[in-house]
T-cell receptor, first 116, second 114 residues
Framework: DTGVSQNPRHKITKRGQNVTFRCDPI?????LYWYRQTLGQGPEFLTY????????KSRLLSDRFSAERPKGSFSTLEIQRTEQGDSAMYLC??????????????FGEGSRLTVL | AQTVTQSQPEMSVQEAETVTLSCTYD???????LFWYKQPPSRQMILVIR????KQQNATENRFSVNFQKAAKSFSLKISDSQLGDTAMYFC???????????WGLGTSLAVNP
């Protein structure tokens, strides 16, 4: 399978706990994006990487959120001291950045977070 | 700043009929791409169709086609011969310049009824 892989698919946690999600992009893709999506809404941009560099972070990304892509391959998104408002689907997507690129994103199946 | 607007939160269509989903966008860029993505219930987001702004010809993918009106900044999606499997949220998105992050509309929930 050469698609975008995310795990865990579903995480249930108690408020105040830390959670970490992992995303493995399509291997030749150099860009990796994290989005958050709540029910019935469109994806909200959180952050993106080109290779290992984090190029942009949304203002929505509080200091409880941190993302890394240490070797330019897989990425992790950690949420510290979770709050009930963090309950959402966290989507990862990857793309190939190039001068002729279309910007098409390939999405994983998402990691659903439920904070009790 | 780029914006993407989908003015139809919900739509329904009978199986085998044709439906058109609306999308308007605003950008000051000259080089951009437009996309329609589909997200079935509890399933992953997939690309339906894309349009390159500098191409006048409307993109077509099987039963899916777009009506791209560049001057009006309009990018509607037509689904012909609707099938039950077309039931999903449909998101319009715009990407200006060199692979910048996509700007998303709020989505249209389409129900195909038997």
């Amino acid at each position: 399978d050469t698609g975008v892989s995310q795990n865990p698919r579903h995480k249930i946690t108690k408020r105040g706990q830390n959670v970490t999600f992992r995303c493995d992009p399509i291997s030749e893709h150099n860009r990796l994006y994290w989005y958050r999506q709540t029910l019935g809404q469109g994806p909200e941009f959180l952050t993106y990487f080109q290779n290992e560099a984090q190029l942009e972070k949304s203002r929505l990304l509080s200091d409880r959120f941190s993302a890394e892509r240490p070797k330019g391959s897989f990425s992790t998104l950690e949420i510290q001291r979770t709050e009930q408002g963090d309950s959402a689907m966290y989507l990862c997507a990857s793309s190939l950045a190039s001068g002729t690129g279309t910007g098409e994103l390939f999405f994983g199946e998402g990691s659903r977070l439920t904070v009790l | 700043a780029q914006t993407v607007t989908q003015s139809q939160p919900e739509m329904s269509v009978q199986e085998a009929e044709t439906v058109t989903l609306s999308c308007t966008y605003d950008t000051s860029e000259s080089n951009y791409y437009l996309f329609w993505y589909k997200q079935p219930p509890s399933r992953q987001m997939i690309l339906v169709i894309r349009q390159e702004a500098y191409k006048q010809q409307n993109a077509t993918e099987n039963r899916f086609s777009v009506n791209f009106q560049k001057a009006a900044k309009s990018f509607s999606l037509k689904i012909s011969d609707s099938q039950l499997g077309d039931t999903a949220m449909y998101f319009c998105a715009s990407n200006a310049g060199n692979n910048r992050k996509l700007i998303w509309g709020l989505g249209t929930s389409l129900a195909v009824n038997p």
